[in-house]
């Protein structure tokens, strides 16, 4: 009776561990899919920030003559240092492959032994 008892344990203690790696993966992907929405979202917030910076400041750049010197070189200054930013904060953010985390399968592949 004591082997079935014990067989009976291993088994429980089987499916709750497959339960466990199976939320943790459940959570993880959830995770994966927050973060995705996330960078989606900064990324199209960081376009249309970008399109409105380059606007303004091309704007001032060819009607140099209505503003003045300093109003010019600080607008020159944030259309180079926008594009440059957003070029860096795109390639760190979206386009390295680090950056994007890997789902893989959490269950141990090893079965219970029997004590017999």
């Not at 979202?41 to 303004?56: D, K, P, T, W």
Request: glycine share 6%; net charge negative; with cysteine.
């Amino acid at each position: 009776m004591s082997n079935n008892n014990t067989s009976v344990v291993m088994i429980e203690r089987a499916a709750e561990q497959l339960r466990q790696e199976r939320e943790t993966f459940d959570q993880a992907k959830k995770h994966d899919g927050l973060w995705f929405i996330l960078k989606l979202a900064m990324g199209f917030v960081s376009v249309i920030l970008l399109i409105c910076v380059m606007v303004v400041a091309v704007y001032i750049l060819f009607n140099n003559g209505d503003f003045s010197l300093t109003v010019t070189n600080f607008a020159g200054a944030a259309l180079f240092v926008d594009v440059l930013g957003m070029l860096i904060g795109v390639w760190k953010i979206v386009i390295a492959p680090e950056s994007s985390s890997k789902l893989q399968p959490t269950t141990q592949v090893s079965l219970p032994t029997s004590t017999e």
